[in-house]
């Protein structure tokens, strides 16, 4: 495995991990769930997610997903909530067939869920095995950071739905990357895309009214979701009930679509 050569800086990336060839997956663990976030929650979705992020925000809730992993863990039956494991990487066309048996005729999934980690992170990887996938007819649906422009823009052919982060620095605890989201949007925009904005009692309202112009400025009818934190990992504290009816409110005054969604399979559980 090669060693990426970079510096850390504390609360952002790049961070000095090892990461995989860009050809090679990562793959962190595959299985059925109930997508608990954004506007297609309560959908049962099949989930690949990926080992491996650049970043480090506060308030990640799979820190166990930040840096590659060993071996990749597949759920067996789907849905069944037992796994099997085998070593990574996984070959594009391995992937393919360890999702076949979740993706059988009469399967609810609706769609096939990348996330992570970062799943652009691996983007020369994901060009080969995305067209493998997307020959069982179910919606391609990438989860991200919303800042990787150009890797976006190579596989973006090959995904339906883009639900990417706006990551503000008052609650993720790193560097503003608003150019990076603004760029991405725009990008994204020919596909279904939302915007989710993980939001913590830090959270500022400066940084809300940079998500709030992003957002009009590219398209005002783009649904974007305030997810009140459910605490994890560095951050502890979840916004008020006060603080969310104002955000909603600010965000409202230019934006079309504005909800408040928790991360529901928090409350489900273990589904």
């Not at 609810?108 to 983007?123: C, K």
């Not at 823009?153 to 560097?175: Q, W």
């Not at 398209?219 to 979840?238: E, F, G, M, N, S």
Request: some cysteine; aromatic content about 6%; proline content about 9%.
């Amino acid at each position: 495995m090669a060693q990426q050569k970079t510096t850390k800086k504390t609360g952002s990336a790049p961070y000095p991990v090892k990461i995989i060839k860009p050809e090679e997956g990562n793959i962190a663990g595959i299985f059925s769930a109930i997508q608990g976030e954004g506007t297609m929650v309560g959908e049962r979705q099949l989930f690949i997610r990926f080992g491996g992020c650049p970043y480090r925000c506060h308030y990640c809730d799979t820190p166990e997903a930040l840096i590659p992993t060993q071996s990749c863990r597949i759920e067996d039956p789907p849905g069944g909530r037992k796994f099997t494991k085998i070593p990574n990487p996984v070959a594009p066309e391995k992937l393919a067939e360890l999702v076949k048996p979740f993706l059988e005729p009469g399967s609810h999934h609706r769609s096939i869920v990348l996330t992570g980690g970062e799943p652009l992170w691996q983007s020369v990887y994901l060009k080969s095995a995305l067209p493998a996938l997307r020959a069982f007819g179910r919606k391609i649906y990438l989860e991200t950071a919303g800042a990787h422009v150009d890797e976006l823009k190579s596989i973006l052919n090959l995904v339906d739905i883009v639900s990417m982060d706006m990551k503000p620095p008052s609650s993720t605890g790193m560097k503003p990357m608003w150019a990076q989201h603004r760029q991405f949007l725009k990008v994204a925009l020919p596909k279904q895309v939302m915007v989710k904005v993980v939001v913590t009692r830090a959270t500022s309202l400066f940084d809300l009214e940079q998500v709030r112009e992003i957002v009009s400025e590219v398209d005002r009818t783009i649904a974007v979701i305030l997810q009140p934190l459910a605490p994890a990992w560095k951050a502890k504290k979840p916004p008020t009930p006060a603080q969310l009816f104002m955000w909603q409110n600010l965000l409202s005054e230019k934006l079309e679509n504005v909800r408040v969604i928790p991360q529901c399979h928090k409350v489900l559980g273990d589904l």
